[in-house]
Protein backbone atom coordinates (compact mmCIF):
# COMPACT_ATOMS: atom_id res chain seq x y z
CA UNK A 1 0.00 0.00 0.00
CA UNK A 2 0.89 3.29 -0.94
CA UNK A 3 2.45 5.50 2.32
CA UNK A 4 0.12 8.13 0.87
CA UNK A 5 -2.73 6.33 0.94
CA UNK A 6 -5.26 5.77 3.98
CA UNK A 7 -6.08 2.99 5.32
CA UNK A 8 -8.92 0.88 4.13
CA UNK A 9 -10.92 1.50 7.82
CA UNK A 10 -9.95 4.92 7.43
CA UNK A 11 -11.80 5.11 3.70
CA UNK A 12 -14.50 3.73 5.32
CA UNK A 13 -14.81 5.83 8.25
CA UNK A 14 -14.89 8.72 5.98
CA UNK A 15 -17.27 7.28 3.94
CA UNK A 16 -19.56 6.77 7.02
CA UNK A 17 -19.20 10.49 7.89
CA UNK A 18 -19.72 11.94 4.49
CA UNK A 19 -23.10 9.80 4.10
CA UNK A 20 -23.92 10.92 8.19
CA UNK A 21 -23.33 14.32 6.57
CA UNK A 22 -25.05 13.76 4.28
CA UNK A 23 -28.07 12.65 5.59
CA UNK A 24 -27.71 15.98 7.73
CA UNK A 25 -28.11 18.06 4.65
CA UNK A 26 -31.18 16.30 3.18
CA UNK A 27 -33.34 16.53 6.78
CA UNK A 28 -32.26 19.94 7.49
CA UNK A 29 -32.93 20.53 3.75
CA UNK A 30 -36.39 19.07 4.43
CA UNK A 31 -37.30 20.92 7.63
CA UNK A 32 -36.76 24.26 5.88
CA UNK A 33 -39.18 22.47 3.26
CA UNK A 34 -42.01 21.73 5.73
CA UNK A 35 -41.32 24.88 7.61
CA UNK A 36 -41.95 26.89 4.90
CA UNK A 37 -45.12 24.96 3.55
CA UNK A 38 -46.63 24.93 7.27
CA UNK A 39 -46.06 29.02 7.19
CA UNK A 40 -47.65 28.96 3.39
CA UNK A 41 -50.44 26.93 4.70
CA UNK A 42 -51.06 29.12 7.86
CA UNK A 43 -51.51 32.04 5.76
CA UNK A 44 -53.25 30.24 3.24
CA UNK A 45 -55.99 29.39 6.32
CA UNK A 46 -55.72 33.08 7.86
CA UNK A 47 -56.69 34.59 4.60
CA UNK A 48 -59.36 31.97 3.21
CA UNK A 49 -61.08 32.73 6.60
CA UNK A 50 -61.35 36.39 5.96
CA UNK A 51 -62.95 35.35 2.77
CA UNK A 52 -65.32 32.87 4.13
CA UNK A 53 -65.27 31.89 7.81
CA UNK A 54 -68.37 29.59 8.03
CA UNK A 55 -66.89 27.29 5.40
CA UNK A 56 -63.84 26.30 7.81
CA UNK A 57 -66.43 26.01 10.77
CA UNK A 58 -65.15 22.73 12.85
CA UNK A 59 -67.03 21.27 15.72
CA UNK A 60 -64.08 21.35 18.42
CA UNK A 61 -66.02 19.32 20.73
CA UNK A 62 -66.75 16.32 17.63
CA UNK A 63 -62.91 16.75 17.36
CA UNK A 64 -62.30 15.71 21.03
CA UNK A 65 -64.91 12.79 20.76
CA UNK A 66 -63.73 11.80 17.69
CA UNK A 67 -60.56 10.01 19.09
CA UNK A 68 -60.03 7.29 21.23
CA UNK A 69 -57.88 7.40 24.41
CA UNK A 70 -56.61 4.23 25.92
CA UNK A 71 -54.64 3.66 29.09
CA UNK A 72 -53.23 -0.04 29.53
CA UNK A 73 -52.99 -1.36 32.87
CA UNK A 74 -50.22 -3.46 34.59
CA UNK A 75 -51.19 -6.96 33.51
CA UNK A 76 -52.86 -8.54 36.99
CA UNK A 77 -53.66 -4.91 38.44
CA UNK A 78 -56.90 -4.61 39.62
CA UNK A 79 -59.13 -1.41 38.60
CA UNK A 80 -60.15 0.75 40.59
CA UNK A 81 -63.06 2.93 40.99
CA UNK A 82 -60.91 5.48 39.02
CA UNK A 83 -59.56 2.81 36.52
CA UNK A 84 -62.68 1.62 35.30
CA UNK A 85 -63.60 4.73 33.29
CA UNK A 86 -60.00 4.56 31.69
CA UNK A 87 -60.92 3.35 28.16
CA UNK A 88 -63.70 5.10 26.69
CA UNK A 89 -64.84 4.31 23.32
CA UNK A 90 -65.42 7.42 20.65
CA UNK A 91 -69.38 6.84 21.28
CA UNK A 92 -69.41 7.05 25.11
CA UNK A 93 -71.19 9.37 26.76
CA UNK A 94 -68.62 9.91 29.46
CA UNK A 95 -66.30 10.91 26.99
CA UNK A 96 -68.84 13.33 25.30
CA UNK A 97 -69.64 14.87 28.92
CA UNK A 98 -65.76 15.63 29.57
CA UNK A 99 -64.99 17.21 25.82
CA UNK A 100 -63.69 20.56 25.71
CA UNK A 101 -66.38 23.73 24.78
CA UNK A 102 -64.66 25.19 21.30
CA UNK A 103 -62.65 28.31 22.16
CA UNK A 104 -64.76 30.08 19.36
CA UNK A 105 -67.99 29.05 20.22
CA UNK A 106 -71.15 31.33 19.67
CA UNK A 107 -71.67 33.97 21.93
CA UNK A 108 -68.40 34.38 23.14
CA UNK A 109 -67.36 38.21 24.60
CA UNK A 110 -64.98 38.29 21.84
CA UNK A 111 -66.86 38.56 18.69
CA UNK A 112 -66.25 35.76 17.04
CA UNK A 113 -69.61 35.07 14.37
CA UNK A 114 -71.80 32.40 15.51
CA UNK A 115 -72.12 31.14 11.81
CA UNK A 116 -68.71 29.27 12.24
CA UNK A 117 -65.67 28.87 13.89
CA UNK A 118 -62.19 30.15 13.37
CA UNK A 119 -59.34 28.22 11.98
CA UNK A 120 -56.70 26.41 14.71
CA UNK A 121 -54.36 28.88 16.44
CA UNK A 122 -51.28 26.29 15.94
CA UNK A 123 -50.77 23.91 13.17
CA UNK A 124 -50.96 20.26 14.65
CA UNK A 125 -47.12 19.68 14.85
CA UNK A 126 -46.18 20.12 18.60
CA UNK A 127 -43.00 20.49 19.86
CA UNK A 128 -42.65 19.49 23.78
CA UNK A 129 -38.95 19.87 23.70
CA UNK A 130 -35.80 19.85 21.14
CA UNK A 131 -32.52 18.42 21.74
CA UNK A 132 -28.64 19.56 21.11
CA UNK A 133 -27.76 18.86 17.11
CA UNK A 134 -31.30 18.14 16.44
CA UNK A 135 -32.19 18.92 12.57
CA UNK A 136 -33.07 21.95 12.19
CA UNK A 137 -32.45 23.63 15.76
CA UNK A 138 -29.49 25.85 15.29
CA UNK A 139 -29.29 28.49 18.62
CA UNK A 140 -28.18 32.07 18.36
CA UNK A 141 -24.63 31.98 19.86
CA UNK A 142 -24.64 33.36 23.42
CA UNK A 143 -21.43 34.44 25.04
CA UNK A 144 -22.34 35.67 28.36
CA UNK A 145 -20.26 38.59 29.67
CA UNK A 146 -19.08 39.47 26.51
CA UNK A 147 -18.13 43.07 25.90
CA UNK A 148 -19.70 43.46 22.77
CA UNK A 149 -23.00 42.99 22.88
CA UNK A 150 -23.33 41.79 19.47
CA UNK A 151 -20.77 38.89 20.24
CA UNK A 152 -22.81 38.00 23.17
CA UNK A 153 -25.93 37.77 21.32
CA UNK A 154 -29.46 38.41 21.64
CA UNK A 155 -32.02 36.76 23.98
CA UNK A 156 -34.22 34.96 21.96
CA UNK A 157 -36.40 32.64 23.86
CA UNK A 158 -39.73 33.19 21.67
CA UNK A 159 -41.36 30.01 19.90
CA UNK A 160 -42.80 32.43 17.09
CA UNK A 161 -42.13 30.84 13.37
CA UNK A 162 -38.49 32.20 12.54
CA UNK A 163 -37.71 31.90 16.21
CA UNK A 164 -38.43 28.56 17.16
CA UNK A 165 -35.21 26.77 15.65
CA UNK A 166 -32.63 30.32 16.90
CA UNK A 167 -34.22 29.87 20.61
CA UNK A 168 -30.96 30.20 22.98
CA UNK A 169 -33.07 30.98 26.05
CA UNK A 170 -35.56 28.66 27.98
CA UNK A 171 -38.41 29.84 29.52
CA UNK A 172 -40.79 32.94 28.21
CA UNK A 173 -40.80 36.57 28.58
CA UNK A 174 -43.19 38.42 31.13
CA UNK A 175 -42.42 35.79 34.04
CA UNK A 176 -46.00 34.52 35.57
CA UNK A 177 -47.47 37.05 32.87
CA UNK A 178 -46.66 34.71 30.42
CA UNK A 179 -49.61 32.71 31.61
CA UNK A 180 -52.22 35.46 31.36
CA UNK A 181 -50.50 36.10 27.46
CA UNK A 182 -51.31 32.59 26.99
CA UNK A 183 -54.78 32.63 27.91
CA UNK A 184 -55.36 36.32 25.71
CA UNK A 185 -54.36 34.11 22.66
CA UNK A 186 -56.79 31.37 23.82
CA UNK A 187 -59.81 33.58 23.56
CA UNK A 188 -58.60 35.11 20.28
CA UNK A 189 -57.77 38.36 21.96
CA UNK A 190 -54.75 38.28 21.20
CA UNK A 191 -52.70 37.16 17.52
CA UNK A 192 -50.67 34.05 18.81
CA UNK A 193 -47.23 35.85 16.51
CA UNK A 194 -47.87 38.72 17.57
CA UNK A 195 -44.78 40.65 17.91
CA UNK A 196 -44.18 44.33 20.34
CA UNK A 197 -43.76 47.24 18.18
CA UNK A 198 -40.93 48.65 20.01
CA UNK A 199 -41.25 52.35 18.12
CA UNK A 200 -40.76 55.32 21.14
CA UNK A 201 -39.97 52.45 23.81
CA UNK A 202 -36.49 53.50 24.01
CA UNK A 203 -35.20 53.97 27.74
CA UNK A 204 -35.35 57.52 28.91
CA UNK A 205 -32.36 57.93 30.08
CA UNK A 206 -29.56 55.13 29.41
CA UNK A 207 -27.25 53.09 31.84
CA UNK A 208 -23.81 51.74 31.24
CA UNK A 209 -22.26 50.25 29.95
CA UNK A 210 -19.87 49.44 33.18
CA UNK A 211 -17.40 46.73 33.75
CA UNK A 212 -19.55 44.82 35.78
CA UNK A 213 -21.72 44.17 32.87
CA UNK A 214 -18.66 42.20 31.09
CA UNK A 215 -17.80 40.09 33.96
CA UNK A 216 -20.08 37.15 34.05
CA UNK A 217 -19.77 36.36 38.04
CA UNK A 218 -20.61 39.78 38.96
CA UNK A 219 -24.36 39.95 36.76
CA UNK A 220 -26.47 36.60 36.59
CA UNK A 221 -29.66 37.16 37.23
CA UNK A 222 -30.57 39.75 34.59
CA UNK A 223 -29.54 40.73 30.77
CA UNK A 224 -27.08 43.86 30.87
CA UNK A 225 -28.28 44.73 27.71
CA UNK A 226 -32.17 44.57 28.25
CA UNK A 227 -32.82 47.93 28.00
CA UNK A 228 -31.35 48.52 24.77
CA UNK A 229 -32.24 45.62 22.55
CA UNK A 230 -34.26 48.05 20.37
CA UNK A 231 -30.93 49.67 19.50
CA UNK A 232 -28.01 47.12 19.96
CA UNK A 233 -30.51 44.34 18.24
CA UNK A 234 -32.21 46.41 15.72
CA UNK A 235 -30.86 44.23 12.61
CA UNK A 236 -31.98 40.90 14.34
CA UNK A 237 -35.33 42.71 14.90
CA UNK A 238 -35.72 43.54 11.45
CA UNK A 239 -34.71 40.29 10.46
CA UNK A 240 -37.92 38.92 11.88
CA UNK A 241 -36.11 37.74 14.70
CA UNK A 242 -38.40 38.22 18.08
CA UNK A 243 -35.97 39.97 20.23
CA UNK A 244 -37.70 41.22 23.29
CA UNK A 245 -36.74 43.96 25.83
CA UNK A 246 -35.94 42.75 29.33
CA UNK A 247 -35.86 46.29 31.00
CA UNK A 248 -38.04 49.59 30.77
CA UNK A 249 -36.84 52.71 31.76
CA UNK A 250 -39.23 55.73 31.93
CA UNK A 251 -40.20 58.92 34.31
CA UNK A 252 -43.02 59.54 36.12
CA UNK A 253 -44.29 61.61 39.07
CA UNK A 254 -45.44 59.73 42.27
CA UNK A 255 -47.64 61.13 45.47
CA UNK A 256 -47.52 59.44 48.93
CA UNK A 257 -49.80 60.35 51.76
CA UNK A 258 -46.76 60.54 54.06
CA UNK A 259 -44.37 62.44 52.36
CA UNK A 260 -47.19 65.00 51.75
CA UNK A 261 -47.20 65.21 55.60
CA UNK A 262 -43.70 65.22 55.63
CA UNK A 263 -43.68 68.83 53.11
CA UNK A 264 -46.56 69.91 55.46
CA UNK A 265 -44.59 69.84 58.30
CA UNK A 266 -41.39 71.15 57.29
CA UNK A 267 -39.13 68.13 57.36
CA UNK A 268 -38.80 67.38 54.23
CA UNK A 269 -38.27 71.19 51.83
CA UNK A 270 -39.88 71.86 48.11
CA UNK A 271 -37.05 72.42 45.93
CA UNK A 272 -38.92 72.39 42.62
CA UNK A 273 -36.77 69.46 40.85
CA UNK A 274 -37.12 66.53 43.45
CA UNK A 275 -40.23 68.08 44.90
CA UNK A 276 -42.11 69.23 42.94
CA UNK A 277 -44.78 71.01 44.69
CA UNK A 278 -46.55 71.47 48.35
CA UNK A 279 -48.14 68.20 47.61
CA UNK A 280 -45.28 66.01 47.99
CA UNK A 281 -45.29 65.13 44.28
CA UNK A 282 -41.78 63.13 43.28
CA UNK A 283 -40.14 63.25 40.59
CA UNK A 284 -38.36 60.42 39.44
CA UNK A 285 -36.97 58.18 37.09
CA UNK A 286 -38.02 54.26 37.29
CA UNK A 287 -37.15 51.11 35.62
CA UNK A 288 -38.41 47.29 35.59
CA UNK A 289 -36.11 44.67 35.43
CA UNK A 290 -37.50 41.23 34.06
CA UNK A 291 -35.49 38.21 35.67
CA UNK A 292 -33.28 36.39 33.00
CA UNK A 293 -31.04 33.64 34.49
CA UNK A 294 -27.53 32.93 33.39
CA UNK A 295 -27.77 29.21 35.21
CA UNK A 296 -24.11 28.51 35.45
CA UNK A 297 -23.51 31.86 37.34
CA UNK A 298 -26.89 31.26 38.92
CA UNK A 299 -25.34 27.43 40.68
CA UNK A 300 -22.03 29.19 41.15
CA UNK A 301 -23.40 32.06 43.22
CA UNK A 302 -26.20 29.68 45.34
CA UNK A 303 -22.96 26.78 45.53
CA UNK A 304 -24.64 24.18 43.98
CA UNK A 305 -24.01 21.83 40.81
CA UNK A 306 -25.98 23.43 37.53
CA UNK A 307 -27.47 19.50 37.01
CA UNK A 308 -29.25 19.80 40.12
CA UNK A 309 -30.22 23.37 39.85
CA UNK A 310 -31.79 22.32 36.72
CA UNK A 311 -33.56 19.17 37.86
CA UNK A 312 -35.19 21.09 40.88
CA UNK A 313 -36.10 23.51 38.19
CA UNK A 314 -38.20 21.14 36.25
CA UNK A 315 -39.87 19.46 39.05
CA UNK A 316 -41.12 22.10 40.75
CA UNK A 317 -42.42 23.86 38.28
CA UNK A 318 -44.09 20.88 37.78
CA UNK A 319 -42.21 20.25 34.30
CA UNK A 320 -43.44 23.03 32.34
CA UNK A 321 -40.05 23.56 31.32
CA UNK A 322 -38.61 20.37 30.07
CA UNK A 323 -35.55 21.69 28.06
CA UNK A 324 -34.08 22.31 31.67
CA UNK A 325 -33.37 18.93 31.09
CA UNK A 326 -33.33 18.27 27.38
CA UNK A 327 -31.08 20.94 26.05
CA UNK A 328 -28.03 21.64 28.28
CA UNK A 329 -26.43 23.57 25.88
CA UNK A 330 -29.06 26.45 26.64
CA UNK A 331 -27.37 28.50 29.44
CA UNK A 332 -30.48 30.95 29.68
CA UNK A 333 -33.28 30.37 31.59
CA UNK A 334 -36.46 33.05 31.61
CA UNK A 335 -37.76 32.01 35.31
CA UNK A 336 -41.72 32.37 35.84
CA UNK A 337 -41.44 34.84 38.62
CA UNK A 338 -42.08 38.59 39.66
CA UNK A 339 -39.07 40.73 38.61
CA UNK A 340 -37.92 44.13 40.46
CA UNK A 341 -38.45 47.84 40.17
CA UNK A 342 -35.99 50.89 40.53
CA UNK A 343 -36.88 53.92 41.64
CA UNK A 344 -34.05 56.72 41.21
CA UNK A 345 -34.08 60.24 42.96
CA UNK A 346 -31.85 62.89 41.78
CA UNK A 347 -29.96 62.57 39.00
CA UNK A 348 -29.53 58.85 37.37
CA UNK A 349 -25.46 59.57 36.74
CA UNK A 350 -24.73 60.52 40.10
CA UNK A 351 -25.56 56.12 40.89
CA UNK A 352 -22.41 55.30 39.32
CA UNK A 353 -20.46 58.39 40.53
CA UNK A 354 -18.06 56.85 43.84
CA UNK A 355 -17.65 61.02 44.38
CA UNK A 356 -21.87 61.70 45.13
CA UNK A 357 -23.60 60.31 48.46
CA UNK A 358 -25.53 57.65 47.81
CA UNK A 359 -28.53 56.29 49.32
CA UNK A 360 -30.31 53.04 48.89
CA UNK A 361 -33.27 50.66 50.49
CA UNK A 362 -33.72 47.49 49.02
CA UNK A 363 -37.07 46.53 49.53
CA UNK A 364 -39.15 43.02 49.32
CA UNK A 365 -42.92 43.21 48.73
CA UNK A 366 -45.05 43.25 51.17
CA UNK A 367 -49.01 43.45 49.77
CA UNK A 368 -50.76 43.84 52.67
CA UNK A 369 -48.43 46.62 54.63
CA UNK A 370 -46.84 48.30 51.39
CA UNK A 371 -50.03 48.87 49.65
CA UNK A 372 -53.49 48.05 52.40
CA UNK A 373 -51.41 49.40 55.75
CA UNK A 374 -51.43 46.19 57.69
CA UNK A 375 -49.58 46.63 61.27
CA UNK A 376 -48.38 43.48 61.89
CA UNK A 377 -45.29 44.26 60.02
CA UNK A 378 -42.80 47.32 59.57
CA UNK A 379 -42.71 47.09 55.35
CA UNK A 380 -44.52 50.28 54.94
CA UNK A 381 -43.20 52.83 57.66
CA UNK A 382 -39.59 51.29 56.38
CA UNK A 383 -40.43 52.06 52.50
CA UNK A 384 -41.46 55.26 53.33
CA UNK A 385 -39.05 56.09 55.46
CA UNK A 386 -36.49 55.04 53.20
CA UNK A 387 -38.37 57.49 50.17
CA UNK A 388 -37.80 59.94 52.55
CA UNK A 389 -33.92 59.63 52.89
CA UNK A 390 -33.77 59.24 49.27
CA UNK A 391 -35.23 62.48 48.65
CA UNK A 392 -33.10 64.26 51.45
CA UNK A 393 -30.19 63.06 49.84
CA UNK A 394 -31.23 63.75 46.72
CA UNK A 395 -31.65 67.42 47.63
CA UNK A 396 -28.15 67.87 49.65
CA UNK A 397 -26.75 66.88 46.28
CA UNK A 398 -26.43 62.75 46.24
CA UNK A 399 -28.60 60.46 45.10
CA UNK A 400 -31.34 57.67 46.18
CA UNK A 401 -32.50 54.77 45.12
CA UNK A 402 -35.35 52.34 45.85
CA UNK A 403 -35.07 48.57 44.79
CA UNK A 404 -38.09 46.89 45.03
CA UNK A 405 -37.61 43.33 44.81
CA UNK A 406 -40.73 41.07 43.72
CA UNK A 407 -40.57 38.54 46.68
CA UNK A 408 -43.94 38.63 48.50
CA UNK A 409 -43.89 36.95 51.75
CA UNK A 410 -40.28 36.38 52.50
CA UNK A 411 -40.85 34.94 48.76
CA UNK A 412 -42.91 31.97 50.34
CA UNK A 413 -45.75 33.77 48.88
CA UNK A 414 -48.79 35.75 50.59
CA UNK A 415 -51.14 32.65 51.21
CA UNK A 416 -48.29 30.89 53.20
CA UNK A 417 -47.79 34.53 54.82
CA UNK A 418 -51.83 34.26 55.79
CA UNK A 419 -51.20 31.25 57.25
CA UNK A 420 -48.71 31.46 58.91
CA UNK A 421 -50.22 34.73 60.78
CA UNK A 422 -53.07 32.79 61.85
CA UNK A 423 -50.82 30.01 63.35
CA UNK A 424 -49.22 33.38 65.56
CA UNK A 425 -52.37 34.68 66.76
CA UNK A 426 -53.78 30.87 67.57
CA UNK A 427 -50.68 30.13 69.13
CA UNK A 428 -50.92 28.71 73.19
CA UNK A 429 -49.36 31.99 75.00
CA UNK A 430 -50.05 34.36 72.06
CA UNK A 431 -47.95 35.73 69.42
CA UNK A 432 -44.22 35.87 70.88
CA UNK A 433 -40.91 37.10 69.08
CA UNK A 434 -39.84 33.49 70.59
CA UNK A 435 -41.41 31.42 68.32
CA UNK A 436 -41.75 34.30 65.37
CA UNK A 437 -39.75 32.06 62.75
CA UNK A 438 -40.70 28.73 64.05
CA UNK A 439 -44.24 29.11 62.81
CA UNK A 440 -43.42 30.14 59.59
CA UNK A 441 -40.47 26.74 59.44
CA UNK A 442 -44.07 24.44 60.68
CA UNK A 443 -45.64 25.85 57.61
CA UNK A 444 -43.06 26.59 54.99
CA UNK A 445 -40.12 24.15 56.00
CA UNK A 446 -37.82 27.32 56.21
CA UNK A 447 -38.18 30.92 57.54
CA UNK A 448 -37.22 32.65 54.41
CA UNK A 449 -36.67 32.08 50.60
CA UNK A 450 -35.45 35.72 49.56
CA UNK A 451 -32.18 34.05 49.39
CA UNK A 452 -30.55 37.45 48.69
CA UNK A 453 -27.77 36.37 46.71
CA UNK A 454 -28.64 37.33 43.44
CA UNK A 455 -29.93 40.42 45.15
CA UNK A 456 -26.71 43.18 44.39
CA UNK A 457 -26.96 41.92 40.10
CA UNK A 458 -28.93 44.66 39.54
CA UNK A 459 -26.58 46.99 42.18
CA UNK A 460 -23.75 46.32 39.48
CA UNK A 461 -25.65 46.92 36.99
CA UNK A 462 -26.49 50.29 37.59
CA UNK A 463 -22.82 50.46 38.07
CA UNK A 464 -22.67 50.97 42.06
CA UNK A 465 -19.15 51.36 43.25
CA UNK A 466 -20.24 52.24 47.09
CA UNK A 467 -23.29 52.97 49.19
CA UNK A 468 -23.25 55.34 51.55
CA UNK A 469 -26.25 55.00 53.60
CA UNK A 470 -28.09 51.77 53.39
CA UNK A 471 -31.51 52.08 54.89
CA UNK A 472 -32.08 48.57 56.15
CA UNK A 473 -31.57 46.54 59.31
CA UNK A 474 -30.95 42.83 57.10
CA UNK A 475 -27.91 40.90 58.26
CA UNK A 476 -28.54 39.12 54.53
CA UNK A 477 -28.80 42.01 52.37
CA UNK A 478 -25.90 43.72 53.63
CA UNK A 479 -23.90 41.08 53.55
CA UNK A 480 -25.15 39.79 50.25
CA UNK A 481 -24.10 43.26 48.86
CA UNK A 482 -20.93 43.43 51.21
CA UNK A 483 -19.74 40.02 49.74
CA UNK A 484 -20.10 41.07 46.26
CA UNK A 485 -17.52 43.60 46.36
CA UNK A 486 -19.92 46.66 47.40
CA UNK A 487 -18.74 48.53 50.50
CA UNK A 488 -21.85 49.90 52.98
CA UNK A 489 -20.19 52.83 54.48
CA UNK A 490 -22.99 53.23 56.79
CA UNK A 491 -26.64 51.03 58.36
CA UNK A 492 -29.71 52.85 59.29
CA UNK A 493 -32.59 50.87 60.90
CA UNK A 494 -36.07 52.07 60.88
CA UNK A 495 -36.63 54.93 63.78
CA UNK A 496 -38.54 53.47 66.82
CA UNK A 497 -41.64 56.47 66.43
CA UNK A 498 -42.19 54.60 62.67
CA UNK A 499 -42.95 51.42 64.32
CA UNK A 500 -46.50 49.57 64.17
CA UNK A 501 -48.14 48.74 66.87
CA UNK A 502 -48.13 44.86 65.88
CA UNK A 503 -44.59 45.10 64.61
CA UNK A 504 -42.99 44.42 68.01
CA UNK A 505 -42.54 41.10 67.75
CA UNK A 506 -41.32 40.78 63.98
CA UNK A 507 -38.03 43.49 65.31
CA UNK A 508 -37.23 42.02 67.93
CA UNK A 509 -37.15 38.62 66.87
CA UNK A 510 -35.28 39.60 63.29
CA UNK A 511 -32.67 41.63 66.10
CA UNK A 512 -32.30 38.36 67.64
CA UNK A 513 -31.47 36.37 64.49
CA UNK A 514 -28.71 39.08 63.90
CA UNK A 515 -30.60 42.18 61.89
CA UNK A 516 -28.87 45.19 62.52
CA UNK A 517 -29.59 47.63 65.39
CA UNK A 518 -28.15 50.41 66.89
CA UNK A 519 -30.35 51.06 69.88
CA UNK A 520 -31.04 47.01 70.94
CA UNK A 521 -28.20 44.68 71.89
CA UNK A 522 -30.44 40.59 70.19
CA UNK A 523 -28.67 39.03 73.20
CA UNK A 524 -29.78 40.83 75.15
CA UNK A 525 -33.93 40.50 74.34
CA UNK A 526 -36.10 38.34 76.30
CA UNK A 527 -38.20 37.49 73.27
CA UNK A 528 -40.73 35.31 75.53
CA UNK A 529 -42.61 38.83 76.91
CA UNK A 530 -42.47 40.50 73.22
CA UNK A 531 -46.02 39.74 72.50
CA UNK A 532 -48.64 40.54 69.82
CA UNK A 533 -51.83 41.87 69.83
CA UNK A 534 -54.58 39.88 69.57
CA UNK A 535 -57.13 40.17 66.54
CA UNK A 536 -60.03 41.80 69.33
CA UNK A 537 -57.43 43.84 70.39
CA UNK A 538 -57.73 47.64 69.76
CA UNK A 539 -56.12 49.17 72.38
CA UNK A 540 -52.24 46.78 72.20
Same mark, same amino acid.
Given at each position: MAANQPAPADQLLRSIFDAVNSLKAENRALADKLERYQAETTAALQAFSAVSPQMLAVD???????????????????PSAVESDSEIEPTSPKFRKQSLPSAASPGRASGVSPQGQQPPLYNHRIVLTTYPGQVGINPIPLNWGSRDPHERGPIVASRHHGSLRLRNAIGAHGGAYSVYRALAVAIRELEPSHKPNLANTEPVIHFGPFPSWYDPAKIVSLDPWGHAVQEVFAKEISAGIDVRPTIAITKAHMQLAEIEAMVASGSIAVDGKVVLDKRGQLMVVKGA?????????????? @????? !??????????? @??????? !????LNVFLPPIGGLSIYVFGPPQFISDPSKRLTLRVHDECNGSDVFGSDICTCRPYLIFGIAECVRAAQNGGVGLIVYFRKEGRALGEVTKYLVYNARKRAEGGDTAENYFLRTENIAGVK??????????????? $?????????????????????? $?????????IPPDMLPPDSQVEIDAKIAAGYFSATKQGAALDLSHTKGRTWDDINH
Open positions: SSRRFSDATFKVHRSVGAQVEPVWFLPGIASRF @GCDET !TLRRCLFEDTG @GMYPELI !TRPDDMRFQATMPDVLHWL $GIQKVDRMISMSNMKYDAIVGS $GIPILERVE
